[in-house]
């Protein structure tokens, strides 16, 4: 910081000093104004410069580089493309305007190029030094006061490489995952290999993203509702395989139940006696003097898998005939209705990601209309 001023009691001919016209006096031999900076809140680690220059016509020059630690309101809404608006107001603290009034000693332009100079190769850089003069009252006194406002912008290159596109490539990732087969078994792995990755991603950028208890930045709120989108998707996926797999676990016990009723009800003698009604008794045998069946298929095919009381082994091998009919109808009738539920579980799932990528879509709107709304602002 560059303090110039004059003192009227500071004044010399230099012809009567062998031509001297300037020297250097130590700051606390002369009064020295008061500027202080009202953004302050720590005191920085500046060097110690004790002196001053002072000219033969009173001006006195004092170059003290200073090292500020200000409070500056930060607008984190758009990180890492968000830019900030850091003022410096310079005040004397005791002194109205009567007796000591700032002026700028150098535009604002060239003070904003100085600036620049230091600022290349940072995170941050300098768009504009704007400054304007303006006088505070307080207590029915005027104090003069210049206030710089620093706009600077974030470069955001390091944080769309290191946070937004990993983020963005996972989402991809995810959504192409509902492209697997529903009955590889491989999609719930997948897809939980994916969530343990995000979440690893986000645990490492927590120190990243600025901390406040006001707003939240958009690029949280992205980050989050990613997260719930995964866990979504992943909840879908869970939800159709096991109705996939019910299935089969269903198909299995009625092939089960059927199977003991085949054993269990053949050796029931009277249940026998009562079903078999298309086999000949012994009696109508002897009669016609051979064997005759009714082969109608009127008669109900459960009772001829019973076993007859009868030595005959003519109607044992009817019996078995019958018995594996009744099966591979079984078996038929099972795999056609395990192939309508195979079909309506894909159809379940297709639905599933029908209604994913359209909260997808409806994500990604919104998104973009609250950045259309703050870049217009």
Known sequence: MFQIWNDEFLVWDPEEFDGITEISLSSDAI????????EFVDVGKSPVIPYVYVNCTGTVKNYKPIQVVSACHLEIYAFPFDKQNCTLTFRSWLHSVNEVDLALWRPAEEIANDTREFMNDGEWELLSVPSHYWILNIEDRDYAQIQFNVLIRRRPLLYVVSLLIPSIFLMVVDVTSFYLPLTSGTRITFKTSILLGYTVIRVNMMDEIPATAIKTPLIGTFFAVCMALQVLSLAMSIFAVKLLYYSDKEFKEMSISASLLDKYVS?????TESAFTSVKTLDDVKQSGGYEFDLSPEPDLFSLTEVSNSDFPLEKI????MSLRLYLQ???NEGSSQSYW?????????LLFSLYLLLVFVFVMTLLLHWGDWSSA
């Not at 009064?31 to 009202?38: A, E, H, L």
């Not at 195979?342 to 297709?350: I, M, N, R």
């Open 318 to 321: 009817l019996q078995e005939v």
């Open 342 to 350: 195979v079909e309506l579980c894909l159809k379940v799932d297709k």
């Open 31 to 38: 009064w020295v104004p008061d500027i202080i900076i009202s």
């Open 330 to 332: 079984e078996e038929d």
């Open 267 to 271: 050796t029931d003698k009277s249940c």
